[in-house]
């Protein structure tokens, strides 16, 4: 374990979970289901899965988005990426664009409408990923963030678990006591949202650059 995001034993440690993510993540769905929503997707819209792995979270986005819309999903594993193709062709998906390749380094093209980080700690903390990432939103996009993190102190069996799990799927323990820290940094106020599982947050906003004004109907 690392004191920050370390890519390469990122790409060993999805290498090995890459077949087993899906089952692995099974149990999560009603914390995917919940961040999804908070999105508030309207038909049309463009939205970012900032680290989608094996595009887990594809079949709900498409349902926000519509045919109309556009899904882009980035991930820099090609292990994960395969399998997130290999859902695209299944489903035939035609609005859908893959981008191979960390974060700060993926080809965006024009202004998404929306950006979910789901369970994607390694790059909520390093603030150059989420530039990139917010570079690339209109004003008053929505941005949704959901993964592990630290419990009370006193609360020893959720700590453990979170231990666990994150000692599983991040590099670096750095910032699990607000994972988002970065991303409030960088785009204002994110809003707490109720959690269907200890151990776990989804926190929701809007990106609002200098000067803009947004109004939050979630």
Not at 69 to 80: A, C, F, K, T
Not at 209 to 218: L, Q, W, Y
């Amino acid at each position: 374990m690392h004191d920050q995001p370390n890519r390469q034993l990122a790409l060993d440690q999805y290498r090995l979970r890459a077949r087993f993510y899906d089952a692995e993540l099974a149990a999560f769905e009603p914390v995917r289901r919940r961040a999804i929503a908070c999105l508030a997707l309207q038909p049309g819209d463009t939205v970012l899965d900032v680290g989608c792995g094996t595009g887990l979270s594809f079949e709900l986005l498409q349902h926000g988005v519509g045919q109309q819309g556009q899904l882009v999903g980035i991930e820099q594993s090609p292990d994960m990426l395969h399998l997130a193709q290999q859902r695209v062709l299944q489903h035939q998906w035609r609005n859908v664009t893959l981008l191979n390749a960390p974060v700060k380094s993926a080809t965006l093209i024009g202004q998404a409408d929306a950006a979910l980080f789901h369970f994607t700690h390694d790059i909520l903390r390093q603030p150059a990923e989420i530039r990139h990432v917010l570079a690339h939103l209109k004003p008053g996009a929505r941005l949704v963030a959901a993964g592990l993190q630290w419990s009370a102190p006193w609360n020893w069996p959720t700590n453990w678990l979170v231990l666990m799990a994150a000692l599983y799927s991040t590099t670096s323990l750095e910032g699990l006591a607000q994972p988002w820290s970065h991303l409030t940094e960088l785009v204002g106020e994110m809003r707490q949202v109720p959690s269907p599982m200890p151990g776990v947050f989804i926190v929701s906003g809007h990106f609002l650059p200098k000067g803009s004004e947004v109004v939050d109907h979630v």
